[in-house]
């Protein structure tokens, strides 16, 4: 029997559940070595060779260089793990969390002092909302692929 | 003997620990979110506890994906402030209260909860930042929290967490445990974290007011209803770390109300929790902020 995922209908959210969990282990890892200070700097010096020290796959580097926090969370991180690249690029959770909606910086910030995203159409994959796959990236920068 | 006095619950965001540690408390954005604690800190001093008890996640910190306890209890005499990328938070290290602590492990235990007992670990903005909205700014040299702090850790990092209704029971049994200490202490018991955020994917940034201002509702309330709302819940309507909420139903849980639940006053009355406070507000960063003050009545 396969275990219960009642959540794989929610749109835009991975839930990082056992199998993420196996599945992004030692892109994890790798982020929990930047909580030493010492290591950050290792890391900026030459991102590429500290990242070749871990047993990740390929796309789990490539998704790293890349900043794509999408990716990354596809490839099995969490983004608990993944703010300490955030934190090591200096970046805030606001602007790591932003990055994720194709949104400005400015423009997610805007959505959430105008409250925030509504849960309306936001509840299962198939509705309308701003975060169905069907209205990605979301901002300045999905109505410039419209157009 | 020791007793619970009350309960505190608040959001833990980060960012909000930033804003206090840099100075920014009196810009317009943070304004209104410090405004919201102004009563809480003078009810501190009012009331201030022996010992805190505190439900806080870990994010990534002490444990990383080596370890992961569902609920793990700091047993330890002091708590390091940890640096989660940014440098350690300028705040007074964490003092606990290792003979407490280690009385409730015993005690919960023994009531059929396993918890991990912790004697050496580091804690994060999940723990710190609702001490300095409770507390105010301290100084890391020359300030000290004003009081012990027990950590208790809730995973709620790698699904599956555990489910309000688990961690509302557990709070009762935290309760018998405090009950059955000798000492004379006067503890509060904090749940943190939420309310409704999302910090991932294209649903990033996702808020439901209804939903926070209900949970409020009930957990004052009907806090039994609260803790039979199912994780799919949370997840759906309060976004993917929305989930954190289940932390205050352990705080709730601890508060004599629910343990007495037929207990009636002379006049008739159920004998409920006192709401001293209560505060919502939208946005601190990627998250709605809620607080909550409970006493007990008995």
Redo the contacts between chains.
């Keep these: 029997m396969s275990l219960d995922k ?2 794989l209908d ?9 199998e993420q ?1 196996r599945k992004g ?1 030692h892109l ?2 790798f ?2 070595s ?4 010492e290591n ?1 700097e290792r890391f900026k010096a030459e991102e590429r060779s500290y990242l070749d020290e871990w047993p990740m796959t390929e796309e789990q580097k490539l998704a790293v260089l890349a900043r794509d ?2 990716r990354c ?1 596809r490839a099995g991180g ?4 993944l ?2 690249i ?3 690029d200096g970046k ?3 602007q ?3 990055s ?3 949104m400005t910086e400015d423009e ?1 910030r805007t ?3 105008a ?5 309306e159409g ?3 994959i198939g509705e309308d909302g701003n ?3 069907h ?2 990236p ?1 901002g300045s920068a999905g109505q410039k692929v419209t157009a | 003997m020791a007793r619970i006095t009350a309960s505190v619950y608040t959001s833990h965001v ?2 909000i620990g ?1 804003a206090l540690d840099l100075g920014k408390s009196h810009e317009p ?1 943070w304004q209104p979110v410090f405004q919201g604690y102004e009563f809480s800190k003078q009810w501190m001093k009012n009331n201030q506890p022996d010992v805190i008890f505190l439900v806080y996640n870990d ?3 002490a444990f ?3 370890m992961i306890p569902t609920f793990a209890i700091g047993t330890a005499a002091e708590f390091a402030i ?6 350690p938070r300028p705040v007074p290290k964490v003092i606990g209260h290792p003979e407490l602590a280690s009385h409730i492990a015993q005690s919960v235990i023994q009531q059929d909860f396993d918890l991990t007992i912790v004697n050496k670990m580091d804690v994060d903005h999940g723990l710190t930042v609702p001490l300095s909205l409770m507390c105010g700014q301290k100084d890391p040299a020359r300030d000290a929290w004003p009081c012990p702090v027990i950590p208790f850790a809730v995973n709620v ?4 967490v555990p489910s309000g209704r688990r961690c509302f029971n557990l709070g009762q049994a935290i309760a018998k445990a405090v009950e059955s200490f000798d000492e004379d202490l006067n503890v509060h018991i904090w749940g943190t974290g939420g309310m ?1 955020h ?12 209804e ?1 926070d201002n209900a949970f409020l509702d009930k957990l004052i309330a009907d806090p039994a209803a609260a803790a039979a709302i199912p ?2 819940d949370y ?3 309060a976004g ?2 929305g989930i954190e909420l289940v932390m205050w139903l352990i705080a709730r849980g601890a508060m004599s109300d629910v343990a007495r639940g037929a207990m009636k006053d002379v006049a008739g009355h159920a004998i409920s929790a006192r709401a001293r406070h209560r505060f919502y507000h ?2 601190a ?2 998250t ?1 902020v809620g607080h909550l003050i409970l006493e007990n009545s008995l």
């Design positions: 009642p959540y929610v749109p835009g959210t991975i839930i990082f559940d056992a969990s282990y994890n890892q982020c929990m930047l909580m030493k200070a950050r926090l999408n969370m969490n983004i608990y793990f703010a300490k955030g934190a090591t805030s959770f606001q790591m969390a932003g994720m909606t194709g997610y959505m959430m002092v409250g925030g995203r509504s849960v936001n509840r299962y975060a169905q796959a209205h990605q979301q | 980060p960012a930033a954005y994010h990534a910190t990383s994906l080596d940890a640096d989660e990328g940014w440098g990092v790698q699904y599956p409704s999302q910090l991932q994917g294209p649903r990033a940034g996702l808020i439901n007011r939903f994780h799919i997840v759906r309507e993917s770390e939208v946005p960063s990627n709605a």
